[in-house]
Structures are given as C-alpha cells and as structure tokens.
C-alpha cells in the first residue's frame, strides 16, 4: 500500500499526491472522458459550460475509478478471498468490472428496488447479488457479517481513501484539459467524487470554486455545511436520484469537503429531469436523475452569475427506460 493513505484498519485522510498515484494505476484502465459543450445550453443559463461526460465511463459512471483504485491495491491473500461491496448500482458496477478485470471474486449488497439496468449491468460482469430491503435492513451490517464470515474485504462506495483518490482523477483530467475555470459543480452523495476532485482541483486549480448539488431531502451536505458540522437528515421521502441517497456526509469526504465547498444547491427530480432532457438534447448523452445532479442545479439557474466558464460533472447514466421516457415528457 501506498504510504500515508491506510495503516491497518485505521483510514487516514487521502492527500493530493495520493490521487496522482491513483492516475498512475488506472492509466490504460479508466477512460479520459470528454469535455462536452453546447452553445445552445450556454445561451439557456448565460455562461460556458463544459460537461465532464463520466457518463461514458466504464459501467456508465465515474464509480470505475475508484473501485479499480481500490481493488487493485489489494494483497494476493485479499484478492483470493474476494470483496463484498454494498450499493444502489453503479458504485456495485465499478466493483463488479474492476473485480472480472483483477480476476476477483464479487459479492454484492443490493437494495431490492435497485434500478434494472444497474442490476443486470453488475450480473453481466459476473458479480453475485444480495437484495435487502432499504427501509428496514442495514446494508453496512449484512455486509459486514458476510466480510466476517468469508474474510473478504469489505469495499465502501466513499468512505474509503483509495476510492476518494480514484475519484479524484475525475478533477485531475478537468485541471489538465487546458481550460481555466471559474467554478465546478459536482453531484454529490457520501461525497467521494467531491473530495476527490478538491483535491486534484485544490492543488492544480485552486482558483476553481467548487459546488455540490443533492436530491432536496438527501441534502445532507447543505445542511452540514451551514451547521459548520456533519448534520443528518431527517425522513427525507423517495427521490428519483437512487444513486446519491445518503442520510450523512462520510468520515473521511466530510473534512475535505467542508473545507472545499463554495456552497450546495439542493435540486428536485424535475430539475433532474429537465436535466436528463437537456442532456439528450443538447449533448447526446443518457443521464440518470442522481447523474444529472450537478447539470440541474446549473440549468436552473442556481449558480451565481460572476461565474463565466464552469465545468459540470455527468456523473452517472444508467437509467431505467421508463425514468428515461419520463424525461423526454417531462
């Protein structure tokens, strides 16, 4: 392992360094996605935009790079026992192709209402799925009793410093891609990609301001960052963004993103939608409502108006036909 990111079972905070090290691992594995652009969305909210198409990534999300950073630091004693993850899709789809790739084997903890395509795509790359019930199971318990009882390595969606490195490639090829931004706007869940990103965009780009965007009743993030301190939600209700369905910022990504944020705009799943419209549109790209986050809170006008060229993170698109359908009506 590498020095300064994991002593044990004891999780230390990534740096910088550690996301350059992660470039170095996932180069020839992670594709460099583009930057798109659409005249026609620049003249809709008054300012360039350019959108980070991790969407076309790997199993449709940004979640390959950090799985793949994770498990391919794992010991040959650790890959032979397997890994078990827990996750409403595309973070479970990372593991599961990272894992086919690395030749490990793959357990993974699903919610039974877990989007089809998510669910077929972890299946294609071989992975066996545990369903449980998200409103009256613990993900994090039955992943640990099988972790407890297989000895395999438990691998977190966010929580974890190889992921938040992994992630953080996402904000490297933003810094390195020749354009200077005023802001970036980041969807954000536990909050791996955020912290990942503040850091390559910390050190490379600092003069970037950087936002998050949640599903209104998941904002945990908004909250915790006017209370100056990691706040819960309360019952938040359904929300078509499965994929960023978090009750509290994460141990590690809290610090890094307190820090980092400018400030965080909370979007509704007909902002999302709209988003996903757009995006199909404007962009030929397929966004899922949580992957549509950030463009959301973009097109809707919540970014102040000082800010001239921002780059915008399509995070996910594994959607549903029928969630995509919506879209196009809606």
Known sequence: MDKSVNKGSVMVTPTYENVLEAAERLDGHARRTPLLHSPEIDALVGMEIHFKAECLQHVGAFKYRGARNRLAVMSEAERRRGVVAFSSGNHAQGVARAARELGIDALMVMPSDAPEVKVAGVRRDGADIISYDRHTESREEIAERISARDGRTIVPSYDDPYIIAGQGT???????????????????????????????????????????????????????????????????????????????????????NARSLTDVFDVSDEDCLLAMRLAKTHLDVTLEPGGAAAMAAVVTGRLPKRYKRVAVILSGGNVDPEIMAMALGS
Not at 190 to 198: D, F, P, Q, R, W
Request: proline content about 9%; hydrophobic content about 35%; glycine content about 16%.
């Open 170 to 256: 996402v904000g490297l090829e933003i810094a390195r891609s020749g354009l200077a931004f005023d802001a970036l706007v980041t969807c954000i869940g536990g909050g791996g990609l955020c912290a990942g990103i503040s850091l390559a965009m910390g050190a490379e780009s600092p003069d970037t301001d950087i936002f998050g965007s949640e599903p209104k009743g998941y904002n945990d993030h908004q909250m915790s960052l006017r209370a100056g301190t990691r706040t819960p939600i309360g019952d938040p209700g359904p929300t078509l963004c499965d994929a960023i369905m978090t009750p509290i910022p994460g141990e590690l990504t809290w610090p890094i």
